[in-house]
T-cell receptor
Framework: GAVVSQHPSWVICKSGTSVKIECRSLDFQATTMFWYRQFPKQSLMLMATSNEGSKATYEQGVEKDKFLINHASLTLSTLTVTSAHPEDSSFYIC????????????FGEGSWLTVV | AQTVTQSQPEMSVQEAETVTLSCTYDTSESDYYLFWYKQPPSRQMILVIRQEAYKQQNATENRFSVNFQKAAKSFSLKISDSQLGDAAMYFCAYRSAYSGGGADGLTFGKGTHLIIQP
């Protein structure tokens, strides 16, 4: 099946710094990518929808200036957590939509972010 | 806005037995998709089964089947012949069939932790 790769799997950063997470669709062109956040023992919460070449659509309550999303190509979307704080520590998962065929959404492996 | 409700935080089943996980949803849309995802300790989201709302026939994937009741907005997952590898968090999810404006994103339930007793 199709593969979505997310990098890095683990990252630790200091408070106040920025960190970037990449999401790549390896064998299909993803017109739309999605970013989710998952706190321990909780469900996935959609943060934003990213369309190639246009601005991301953020869910209510998600700070667009804090969580910068760039979808510069059909195979790559990035999430940058700016001025990170310990409360930003979480598991971040991306997914990508393959519009061809069954219009399936594939998930990346996720990235653990710890802000110290 | 759509909501997905999973009323069973945890379920336990004996190996080789059958278990049913419940899911209800609320929507005003007529066309949509429903999914069950499995999330093992690795945290990788694995698609278990998918149902298109316009299809009356319940989806089936090997030991996994759903009971889709559109009028009741119910979408339960039945796992037959439970195996130790089925132990995981199971999430029910909704996706609109209408594109644009963030409507493509999945709305997840809170999940059900499935325990398989050997």
């Amino acid at each position: 099946g199709a593969v979505v790769s997310q990098h890095p799997s683990w990252v630790i950063c200091k408070s106040g710094t920025s960190v970037k997470i990449e999401c790549r669709s390896l064998d299909f062109q993803a017109t739309t990518m999605f970013w989710y956040r998952q706190f321990p023992k909780q469900s996935l919460m959609l943060m934003a929808t990213s369309n190639e070449g246009s601005k991301a659509t953020y869910e209510q309550g998600v700070e667009k200036d804090k969580f910068l999303i760039n979808h510069a190509s059909l195979t790559l979307s990035t999430l940058t957590v700016t001025s990170a704080h310990p409360e930003d520590s979480s598991f971040y998962i991306c997914s990508a939509r393959d519009p061809i065929g069954e219009d399936t959404i594939y998930f990346g492996e996720g990235s653990w972010l710890t802000v110290v | 806005a759509q909501t997905v409700t999973q009323s069973q935080p945890e379920m336990s089943v004996q190996e080789a037995e059958t278990v049913t996980l419940s899911c209800t949803y609320d929507t005003s849309e007529s066309d949509y998709y429903l999914f069950w995802y499995k999330q093992p300790p690795s945290r990788q989201m694995i698609l278990v089964i998918r149902q298109e709302a316009y299809k009356q026939q319940n989806a089936t994937e090997n030991r996994f089947s759903v009971n889709f009741q559109k009028a009741a907005k119910s979408f339960s997952l039945k796992i037959s012949d439970s195996q130790l590898g089925d132990a995981a968090m199971y999430f029910c999810a909704y996706r609109s069939a209408y594109s644009g404006g963030g409507a493509d994103g999945l709305t997840f339930g809170k999940g059900t932790h499935l325990i398989i007793q050997p």
